[in-house]
């Protein structure tokens, strides 16, 4: 069974040390890249803003081996099977916040995973899905580096749901895992009964609109 992780950032316990900084920060660095290889393009800081914000846990970046698995969440009523190969939901006169949304597939040990089939489903900047079409509805699979990318808007909220990208994740011969995404700082997070901080995404500002990385990781 395919189990999938939040990539937590690798907290080692030197918070509670007297470590001068610039060796802690030296140290840091050897572990990320000794254990995970190369750090993904689009790595960001292992540090999630939000956490203060939110009082989750600090959410999942591209630069830090996972430690624990990726909560599985519900389908809800409006995943559609069938959807189109493509890495950007973008359409001519969509409305919203731009998002790249990008990060890699793992495994616990910090293996990237390849030829995973991410299929992304979310509502509109209205909260509204498309469920007689595909708008805001594609899927792609992982390089050979487990990465992936999706350019996409920031999704509107609905009644008892804050912001949220569904995903289902594909990999051979393995169960599928169906779970969503959240983003850091909305003011609805606390109020939705299924958000899981777990699952929160790593955000920036960019010049066009918004950047967020999350990275899925699978048992193996
Ligand atoms: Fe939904």
């Not at 899927?139 to 995903?167: K, W």
Request: aromatic share 8%; proline share 8%.
């Amino acid at each position: 069974m395919l189990e999938l992780v939040a990539n937590k950032p690798r907290r080692v316990g030197f918070g509670v040390m007297q470590v001068p900084a610039i060796w802690f920060t030296a140290v840091a660095a050897v572990l990320a890249l000794s254990a995970c290889g190369a750090p993904s393009t689009t790595a960001s800081t292992a540090s999630s803003p939000s956490s203060a914000a939110s009082g989750s846990p600090a959410t999942a970046s591209t630069d830090a081996c996972p430690t624990q698995l990726t909560p599985a969440q519900t389908e809800g009523p409006y995943f559609k099977p069938g959807s189109p190969p493509r890495t950007s939901l973008i359409e001519s006169g969509m409305t919203g916040t731009r998002l790249l949304l990008s990060g890699r597939v793992l495994t616990l040990a910090c293996a990237p995973v390849a030829g995973v089939t991410l299929d992304f489903w979310q509502a509109d900047a209205g909260g509204t899905y498309d469920n007689s079409g595909y708008r805001l509805r594609g899927h792609q699979s992982t390089d050979a580096a487990g990465r992936y990318s999706l350019e996409t808007i920031v999704p509107g909220e609905y009644p008892g749901r804050t912001e949220h990208i569904h995903v289902k994740l594909r990999a051979p011969g393995k169960a599928v895992l169906t779970t969503q995404l959240y983003f850091p700082d909305v003011a609805s997070n606390q109020q939705d009964s299924i958000f899981d901080p777990h699952l929160l995404v790593t955000m920036q500002s960019t010049a066009t609109g918004k950047a967020a990385t999350f990275d899925f990781v699978t048992s193996g």
